[in-house]
């Protein structure tokens, strides 16, 4: 396919690939203190319970910063170029990096709404990416 | 328990290597030099070392450095430690040595680092290399490179408090003033507040030159407790306080984009020495790129938060300003040598505490501050030092 990266998976962080694989994100919540965390982890990172459940997030979040990239920090991204790196704020709460899709680097806005996509990285591996929310 | 390490030991030595592009010098043989020429500074030989401590070089890294180093130097030590925080290791090293010789764990402790990524790795490598700091799953396969990292927490300053690329600018307009007075320097030519906008944008909002260098070169101080330090050549530089603060590796999982560690490291720093920031001389900070400086000048407090940008305009920063900042070139314009670059700045603040700064000299200079970073504006350390004066 091509030459990016793939991620390199942990027993703990399965779960949340196999997710993007099915076309969904997932994010633990904490059954014991209500803390949402994102990457996975066996325990709570809030109040060091061992009682994380998955859950299906919504997918949405608002834009907290973003940077053009001109000259890519892995192989495999140079066709791609000019591309918008992103901090997406979730609405259950974590910061992800990943990277705009469908929008010009002059229209990213601080606060925009963003819905998650996936990205097909190999065989079985979905990275998931970002595209702005229009309409709601 | 608590042991007050204000005043307990000094720098009697230290060591600097030429910087830029060193061909045909290896990291561990700069490493070797900048040791050499401190214990020369401090008049001592190596048998009188029983403390090491060294940082991973990106070229010529070893599981065990500071072992290897000191099998390299035949140096025996009995506290030898590797240390890896980035931009932030020299001075968590100093605390570290500071600890070790109050606690009689030892009593003359060598820093040295030295590290040549400029020519010693091709663009390919050092892309390589720099794609270790990034998380595996959950950065890396974005092929966002660390610039960008820093791009957005820039863009999130400009936002936040209105922060301006020109302010940006300025940073590196000063550091290269200061540059320009110190013939060690690597990038010594004036440059204008145009010649930044007009560089190539690299990672936007950041131009070329908000960007530091990268340079092959090593430094090296030697602490010893302070009811040692006039029995040494050189006028010894105290330590006053240190601190630290840790907070996140990744960007991605910052509490905030906006306001840094140094917000901790520096309020315990200037606890532990009983000064504040209005009493600093001069403020060596880390500044990989330019937002990095403004935001760590008002973590530390030497303005309010969100205040930097205009903290830094007419030459506030700079010598005769309200605090000379980087008075060697900083990272921007003096040498970035990878984990090693903040050594420069501590070497610097010693060389102030002396007085023998030459054409860059802070006139009457008694205390200074020295902070370092690491990560993506992750660690932080904040040293300060003072003369005998300040004790
Ligand atoms: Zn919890």
């Known amino acids: ?136 | 328990m608590s042991i007050n390490l204000r005043g307990s030991v000094a720098i009697i030595g230290m060591g600097e290597t030429e910087v830029g592009v060193l061909r045909g010098q290896g990291s561990t043989e700069l490493c070797a030099e900048a040791a050499r020429l401190a214990l020369l500074d401090a008049g001592i030989t190596k048998a009188e070392i029983d403390g090491l401590v060294t940082c991973n070089p990106w070229v010529e890294p070893h599981l065990y450095h500071a072992e290897m180093f000191s099998e390299y130097m035949q140096i025996f030590p009995s506290f030898c430690m590797t240390l890896n925080a980035g931009g932030a290791t020299t001075l968590t090293a100093v605390l570290r040595a500071a600890s070790a010789i109050v606690t009689g764990v030892c009593e003359t402790v060598l820093i040295t680092h030295g590290d040549n990524p400029r020519s010693g790795m091709t663009g390919a490598e050092t892309g390589a290399k720099m794609t270790t700091t990034m998380n595996p799953q959950f950065e890396l396969p974005y092929g966002v490179p660390l610039t960008n990292g820093y791009g957005m927490a820039a863009r999130a300053h400009m936002h936040e408090y209105g922060t301006t690329s020109e302010q940006l600018a300025q940073v590196a307009v000063s550091a290269r003033k200061h540059a320009s007075l110190n013939p060690a320097a690597e990038m010594r030519d004036l440059i204008t507040i145009g010649d930044v906008l007009n560089s190539p944008v690299v990672a936007d909002p950041l131009h070329a030159l908000d960007c530091s260098l990268w340079s092959d070169g090593g430094g090296a101080v030697i602490v010893v407790a302070a009811e040692r330090a006039k029995d040494f050549p050189n006028k010894p530089v105290f330590f006053l306080g240190c601190g630290e603060g840790h907070w996140h590796e990744h960007l991605f999982q910052a509490r905030s984009l906006t306001t840094t560690a140094a917000s901790e490291s520096g309020p315990r720093a200037f606890t532990m020495a009983g000064l504040g920031p209005q009493d600093m001389d001069f403020a060596q900070v880390y500044d990989c790129f330019t937002p990095v400086a403004i935001m760590e000048l008002e973590d530390l407090g030497f303005c309010a938060k969100g205040e930097g940008g205009g903290f830094v305009e007419n030459g506030n920063i700079e010598l005769g300003g309200t605090i000379p900042v980087n008075t060697h070139g900083g990272l921007l314009s003096h040498s970035h040598t990878g984990h090693p670059g903040t050594m420069f700045a501590l070497t610097e603040s010693v060389t102030q505490l002396r007085g023998t700064g030459g054409d860059r000299q802070v006139a009457g200079a008694e205390v200074g501050l020295v902070h370092g970073q690491g990560g993506v504006i992750s660690s932080h350390s904040t040293l300060i030092l003072g003369t005998e004066a300040t004790l």
């Open chain 1, 1 to 136: 396919m091509s030459n990016k990266p793939i991620p390199k998976t942990t027993p703990e962080t399965e779960y949340f690939w196999s997710g993007c694989a099915a076309g969904e994100l997932r994010l633990q919540h904490c059954r014991s203190c209500g803390h949402v965390q994102y990457p996975a982890r066996k325990l709570c990172s809030g109040c060091f319970a061992q009682d994380v459940e998955w859950r299906r997030a919504s997918g949405r979040g608002k834009v907290r910063s973003w940077s053009v990239v001109v000259a890519p920090g892995a192989p495999g991204f140079e066709s791609e170029v000019p591309f918008v790196s992103v901090l997406v704020a979730l609405d259950e709460g974590p910061t992800m990096l990943s990277v705009l899709r469908d929008c010009a680097p002059e229209a990213v806005e601080f606060g925009q709404a963003v819905t998650v996509i996936f990205e097909q990285r190999d065989e079985s591996v979905y990275v998931p990416y970002f595209k702005p929310l229009i309409g709601e």
